[in-house]
């Protein structure tokens, strides 16, 4: 097991402000002083910065004066579900009286804008598009609404390439000459800005008092953008941060949509002490099913519903729709694993720097999750394809740090033109479409790239860890205390530590999780602890002593509450004869 220490040094500032160990993560985390972790809203960077922000506000408002029918079109995808949701909500609450939105079937019109998309939105004669999570690389899609005599706003977070669409308007901190500097706001932190400037503007135009309506509090709206930022995996930069521990107070305060009340519900997650990442592992996952297996617009109208009964409903039929997707991923993970497997054993064949699979029977709308998985086992770049339509798979990359896996696909696009009909994404991730017979040429090309432009150290499994903790530390009010110093997430991960301990007992629950109680080395104190997903190959282990990588947790049992530990990695400790 190879751990990395994080470095940072504390500081006076840090430590009269902070419990020692909270000090100590921060300063691994970059923070060097206090105001770096102050959540209040005020601290939130106003919307001016971002380019275009002004053009699509007056867009919004004639919409508004001349009540235009509105349609926003979104991604299925949580941030996508979120973002559209937020906007038809909030237009709604400033006036709006004809909005409505569209969500694209993967199965049928595939992602964001398209032409296809355009068409089929024409028959209900909208004035004005607003694309949210979607459209920076809709050129075609808004080439034609225009050729309709519809105008295009996009708001997106997404990569541009080196063309814009030619877009009425256009609000996204990553598009050229955008000087918004926290270039990691999901897509429902765009429009959320968006409708804040555009409420802003109203006020000042007296459009509420015309109208005889109340300004809506956009902080309302901040459950939605928690959800859907961390749902999105992006960097949990300072300014996501706060509108990640803004939307999780107000859950925790009962202040949330009843669809996302009622999805916490059916996790079996209680609002009043929600975590962050609740939200990317409990609701998320429901939300996305919906968008992988069905139609997005099941979770948007779960959202939207003002009608609790409704919405638990809505929520239950999420929940058994990411039942059957459980069941399709974990067919295909076993697939993937076995060829894999096979790979790793072969004398003629090694392991290369990207994995691409792709499967005939495998499910278009799952694909990404199994990357992920791969990804997380292997520790390298995954590509998993599915049929799309006649002759065409489409994939979804994740990928690791230090791999820009979307500047991989493009560099690939600029030196095979013609190899990739269409890509798209992130840092992380990233989605393409390919030709059938293509697909090994792609593999080498990608390879060949990744063989120049991903060092092998990139592709050892490493664990950061904050430090070992003393009994005294393993404690539970020291995990309450770590918790409350969040809200943590990627790129400002959740405190993680390393340590030897004995191991009392072993059981598997659930078929592949493995319940512990462990003993501290030095002072024999028992702790519970818990692995996910484990290798039952290996665990349970007839070792007396293990090396784990962990994080506290607080486990809650018929009102009980107790210090558990969440095993992230565990490597069995052999005796010398």
């Not at 009994?471 to 943590?488: K, R, S």
């Amino acid at each position: 097991m190879s751990v990395r220490l994080r470095l940072g040094s504390s500081n006076a500032a840090l430590e009269a402000s902070f419990d020692p160990l909270v000090a100590r993560v921060l300063a691994h985390r970059g923070i060097s002083h206090p105001a770096q972790v102050n959540y209040q809203l005020k601290q939130l960077l106003p919307y001016h910065q971002l380019k275009g922000i002004d053009t699509a506000v007056a867009l919004l408002v004639d919409a508004l004066e001349t009540q235009q029918h509105i349609v926003i079109v979104g991604d299925f995808d949580c941030d996508g579900a979120t973002s559209t949701s937020l906007a038809i909500l909030a237009l709604g609450a400033m006036g709006a009286k004809n909005v409505s939105y569209l969500v694209p079937n993967r199965f049928d019109f595939g992602y964001g804008l398209s032409t296809a998309l355009v068409d089929y939105a024409k028959a209900s004669e909208p004035d004005l598009i607003v694309t949210v999570d979607n459209g920076i690389a809709s050129h075609a899609g808004v080439q034609r609404a225009h050729e309709l005599g519809i105008k295009v706003l996009v708001t997106d977070h997404h990569l541009a390439a080196e063309t814009l669409p030619q877009a009425d308007a256009i609000v996204n901190p990553n598009q050229p000459g955008c000087e918004f500097p926290f270039k990691s706001t999901a897509g429902v932190g765009v429009i959320f800005y968006v409708m804040s400037a555009l409420r802003r503007q109203l006020q000042v135009q007296g459009w509420f008092d015309q109208q005889q309506i109340s300004a809506p509090n956009m902080a309302q709206y901040l459950d939605l953008v928690a959800l859907g930022t961390v749902a999105d995996l992006v960097p949990m930069e300072h300014n996501n941060r706060i509108l990640v521990a803004q939307g999780v107070a107000r859950i925790r305060a009962g202040k949330a949509r009843p669809g996302l009340l009622a999805l916490l519900s059916i996790a079996k997650r209680q609002h009043h002490n929600l975590q962050a990442s609740d939200l990317g592992f409990s609701v998320g996952p429901r939300l996305n099913a919906a968008g992988r297996l069905d139609d997005m617009s099941l979770g948007i109208e779960c959202l939207l519903s003002d009608n609790e009964q409704i919405a638990t409903q809505l929520a239950q039929e999420l929940d058994e729709l990411n039942a059957q997707r459980r069941h399709i991923e974990a067919d295909m993970q076993q697939q993937a694993s076995n060829i894999l497997a096979l790979l790793e054993t072969s004398q003629d064949n090694q392991m290369p720097k990207c994995v691409c699979l792709y499967h005939p029977d495998w499910h278009q709308g799952v694909v990404g999750i199994v990357a992920s998985r791969i990804k997380e086992k292997w520790h390298r770049p995954a590509l998993v394809f599915a049929k799309g339509d006649a002759d065409i798979l489409k994939g979804s990359c994740r990928s690791i740090a230090g791999f820009h896996v979307r500047d991989a696909l493009a560099a690939v696009d600029a030196q095979h033109p013609g190899l990739i009909i269409k890509f798209g994404g992130h840092a992380m991730a990233a989605g393409l479409s390919i030709q059938a017979e293509h697909l090994d040429t792609f593999k080498d090309a990608l390879n060949t790239y990744a063989q120049e432009h991903l060092d092998d150290s990139l592709l050892a499994q490493e664990w950061r860890s904050d430090g070992e903790l003393s009994a005294q530390q393993l404690q539970l009010n020291q995990a309450f205390v770590l918790q409350q110093a969040g809200p943590w997430g990627q790129g400002f991960e959740e405190p993680t530590f390393h340590g030897r301990f004995m191991l009392v007992q072993q059981r598997v629950v659930g078929e592949k999780h493995l319940k512990l109680v462990l003993a501290h080395p030095q002072t024999g104190e028992l702790v519970d602890a818990i692995q996910f997903n484990i290798d039952t190959a290996l665990w349970p282990h007839t070792c007396e002593q293990a090396d784990l990588v962990y994080r506290l947790d607080i486990n809650e049992f018929r009102g009980r509450q107790s210090l558990q530990l969440m095993v992230q990695h565990m490597t069995p400790v052999l005796a010398v004869d």
